[in-house]
């Protein structure tokens, strides 16, 4: 008999609207399914927060989106994922299954080097965590990672203007010591990079594989559905509806390009105020 919760949504998170590429190859692959989206976006960005802030933030909207009923909670937020995934999954055992990004990407990037040099393009709170070094480390010992921090691209690409020079310089100045190191692979750590992939491969070569954490998410959603006998049934069209906790005409206007679908509603939710750091 199936299991109860099959009409659930699925909930993702992220801590802008860079998790909509994400949400994208979800709504592709399982087309079936619902989803609620939530994007942090008045607490943007994640990438130059501290370990403990982050944390507190994934839990507050973790609860948020179990409270309102979800049978499976996806992080799709690089800097939360490598912050706060181990208390997470601590405090959500039980109540709700998670998944995050960082762990299906690397699976993937090992599968995809031949020479066992990967690089890794990201925020700097997601380099300085380790947490793709630990995640290759236990797939692939024998992978050697060159990552890379670029703070300032995230909070460009989420402004939603056309790709200029600002753009193009810090993609290949992130890029460089990357073919210096002769990587075959390079992930994509922040949800926010697939915007600007095109730029990113022209900057790398042609020859380098680039992996992105979309593909790898809705793949991992389908394994961990079908182990917990929680698929929806195939034969049904699933909705899709977003929240937010800035500006729902921002998010829905900028929104529409990440998403490449349609956005008619967006719902504000209160959050806890940001952190200020003091002078």
């Known amino acids: 008999m199936p299991a109860p919760g099959r009409e659930l949504p699925i909930a993702v998170f992220d801590s802008g609207i860079g998790g909509l590429t994400v949400l994208h190859e979800c709504l592709v692959s399982l087309p079936h399914e619902d989803f609620v989206y939530f994007g942090d976006t008045a607490r943007f960005p994640y990438g130059d927060r501290d370990q403990d802030e982050l944390i507190d933030y994934a839990r507050e909207l973790s609860e948020q989106l179990v409270e309102r009923g979800a049978k499976l909670l996806v992080v799709a937020c690089n800097s939360a994922t490598a912050a706060a995934r181990e208390a ?13 990004v960082v762990g299906p990407e690397a699976r993937l990037a090992a599968a995809a080097s031949t ?39 995230a909070p460009l690409i989420q402004a939603g203007g056309e790709i200029d020079q600002r753009i193009v310089d810090l993609i290949e100045a992130g890029c460089a010591p ?15 990079y697939p915007m600007v992939r095109p730029v990113i491969q022209r900057a790398l070569g042609r ?18 559905l079908a182990a917990a006998d929680l698929a929806a049934e195939p034969d049904r069209r699933g909705r899709y509806e977003f929240l937010c906790s800035g500006d729902p005409a921002e998010f829905r206007e900028l929104g529409r390009r990440f998403l490449q679908l349609p956005i008619a509603e967006v719902t504000r939710v209160a959050v806890a105020e940001p952190r200020t750091v003091a002078p």
């Open 88 to 100: 997470l999954e601590r405090e959500l055992a039980g109540r709700v299954g998670l998944v995050t």
């Open 207 to 224: 020859g380098v594989e680039i992996i992105s954490s979309g593909e790898a998410i809705a793949k991992q959603i389908a394994e961990t």
């Open 178 to 192: 990357l073919r210096a190191a002769e990587v075959d692979t390079v992930i994509l750590g922040c949800t926010h």
């Open 115 to 153: 020479n066992r040099a990967v690089g890794l393009l990201a925020t700097a709170a997601t380099v300085a965590s380790g947490a793709y070094a630990r995640a290759l480390a236990s797939v692939a010992p024998d992978i050697e990672l060159h990552a890379v921090a670029c703070p300032e691209l």
